[in-house]
């Protein structure tokens, strides 16, 4: 019996815009993305019998089929024949419906590990993760990427300049799905300026990046404190303030860590469910 303990970051994006519904009804994405130090953790054990099982202790969490865990396991196993039974036991800190692909973080620590038992090319692994999720490729290898297409174009970029976060989860969370709906009944969007989001990521030039970075969701969902999170953010000097992915989670990004470290407090203090966290 093997066993694996996982670590599962969570994603900001940095910027994201949406582009033409592709034939498979799909949105294509150009968005780049950022793992951070919010973890869900997971142990995974092989087990004797064939079988997915699934454990986890926070509400509302399904431990079935329904779980991009169970999926992932699945279709690794189908794909390569492997035919042990899986345990997974999942410690969840990342925030549901907050846009922080803390789902799709868990798929992926889940195939990292198994395919450390059963080796597969890359691009079987990329497909097996696209199959789950748009961002469970990305979450596979982590760090800094354009993402492309329906997530699955990866392009690493460097680091940027500085990355210190803080991350504040509103009390109603966002339905992916109906903030797609949205964007569909939308007559008209702003998109930001993709070329020079995707040259000021390629160069790491952070604070060009931050001025000119925007997330078209924050045009159609309406996520209630995200203006007064923003204004804490901005008085404690964050360079950019935005929504990550459909929502609901807004980030502050800071130059300077005591800024953060002093963002967090105060809107911990006020009540909010807030992390402080860096590019990892």
């Known amino acids: 019996?093997?066993?694996?303990?996982?670590?599962?970051?969570?994603?900001?994006?940095?910027?994201?815009?949406?582009?033409?519904?592709?034939?498979?009804?799909?949105?294509?994405?150009?968005?780049?993305?950022?793992?951070v130090s919010l973890y869900d953790e997971l142990i995974i054990e092989t087990l004797p019998e064939a079988g997915i099982r699934l454990e986890c202790g926070t509400p509302g969490v399904p431990t079935d089929e329904r779980n991009t865990v169970h999926k992932a396991i699945r279709l690794f196993?189908?794909?390569?024949?492997?035919?042990?039974?899986?345990?997974?036991?999942?410690?969840?800190?990342?925030?549901?419906?907050?846009?922080?692909?803390?789902g799709s973080a868990d798929a992926a620590a889940a195939l990292r590990a198994l395919s450390r038992l059963v080796p597969v090319k890359k691009e079987l692994l990329a497909g097996i993760a696209l199959a789950v999720g748009a961002d469970v490729p990305f979450c596979v290898v982590g760090g800094t990427a354009l993402c492309q297409n329906m997530g699955e174009l990866?392009?690493?970029?460097?680091?940027?300049?500085?990355?210190?976060?803080?991350?504040?989860?509103?009390?109603?969370?966002?339905?992916?799905?109906?903030?797609?709906?949205?964007?569909?009944?939308?007559?008209?969007?702003?998109?930001?300026?993709?070329?020079?989001c995707a040259w000021a990521s390629?160069?790491?030039?952070?604070?060009?990046?931050?001025?000119?970075?925007?997330?078209?969701?924050?045009?159609?969902?309406?996520?209630?404190?995200?203006?007064?999170?923003?204004?804490?953010?901005?008085?404690?000097?964050?360079?950019?303030?935005?929504?990550?992915?459909?929502?609901?989670?807004?980030?502050g990004l800071f130059e300077d860590a005591a800024d953060a470290d002093a963002c967090f407090s105060e809107l911990s203090g006020r009540g909010m469910r807030a992390w402080r966290a860096s590019a990892v």
């Open 77 to 102: 196993c189908e794909k390569t024949g492997f035919e042990e039974g899986v345990r997974v036991s999942i410690t969840k800190n990342i925030p549901h419906g907050a846009g922080l692909g803390g």
């Open 202 to 251: 390629a160069t790491a030039d952070t604070e060009l990046l931050c001025r000119i970075a925007a997330n078209v969701f924050e045009q159609v969902v309406d996520v209630p404190g995200r203006a007064e999170i923003k204004s804490v953010m901005r008085a404690h000097n964050a360079r950019l303030s935005m929504m990550s992915g459909s929502g609901a989670s807004v980030y």
């Open 154 to 196: 990866l392009t690493p970029l460097p680091r940027p300049a500085f990355g210190e976060f803080v991350i504040v989860m509103p009390e109603t969370p966002v339905s992916t799905a109906g903030a797609y709906r949205l964007i569909d009944e939308a007559e008209w969007l702003r998109h930001p300026d993709r070329e020079l």
């Open 1 to 35: 019996m093997a066993v694996f303990e996982e670590k599962a970051p969570a994603k900001v994006n940095l910027f994201l815009d949406l582009g033409k519904t592709l034939p498979n009804g799909y949105h294509s994405i150009f968005t780049v993305m950022q793992t």
